[in-house]
């Protein structure tokens, strides 16, 4: 049993490129889709909200840990932590790590996500319930689809 | 509601952290392994072939039971001890989720460096 997700992928960009993607508020935003507030700064606050469509209501927050160029970077967070009424300011975050490796077609980009073990097990209902959401609208959308076109 | 309804739903209140820790021994993994075959067990049944003793046994299944991972039933004058998958289960999913959501955003992060 693991309390952690590791992710790898091969991106066909130099490392400066991915570092830039992963960094730059901006573009971090861009395929993140948060809109950030200001820079990434160690050790400090990274807030902003979700520009994922149907979830704009919800803020982003992240304390950003480590910037060590196109080497690593890191972040604690807590993971779609989705009822915007609610403090979750007291639960123990989750680590997230992107290192980057340089590789003969571009780079090796290594996620990780660790410290699940701290979550609560009622905030995993929640972010089913986030997931849920998100399937019902499909299948609303499926529907109509279908009764459009018969 | 039954026994063990009740049960998972107290489960659910509890946080991950003792699952994991419950888990994270070689004794009580196998114990697990043992009660996922076949249910339930009492302990005269899982201290056979065992080293440990029944003292330990019984300590080891009250740590899987705080944990909500097993749960006893009484039958006659024994109490036996049964597998519940829905607080791994639970985890399971939910790492599952996250995970997802990685994949979508690292595929988004590729085609963003790669166009």
Known sequence: ??????????????????????????????????????????????????????????????????????????????????????DYSKETPTLVEFRLEKTAGGTLLLLTESGFDKIPSDRRAEAFRMNDGGWTEQMKNIESHVAKTS | MSQKRRSSAVAKRQVQAPIFAALGDQTRLALVAKLCRRQPYSISQLTHGSKLTRQAITKHLRVLQSAGIVHSVRRGRESLFEFDPQPIEGIKEYLDFVSGQWDQALSRLKSFVEE
């Open chain 1, 1 to 86: 049993m693991t309390d952690r997700i590791e992710k790898r992928i091969e991106l066909k960009a130099p490392v400066s490129r991915v570092w830039r993607a992963l960094t730059d508020y901006r573009e971090f935003g861009q395929w993140f889709r948060v809109k950030l507030d200001g820079p990434f700064k160690a050790g400090q606050v990274s807030r902003g909200h979700i520009t994922y469509p149907g979830y704009e209501h919800l803020k982003w927050e992240a304390v950003v840990q480590k910037i060590e160029p196109e080497r690593l970077f890191s972040f604690t967070w807590h993971p779609y932590a989705i009822d915007p009424k609610k």
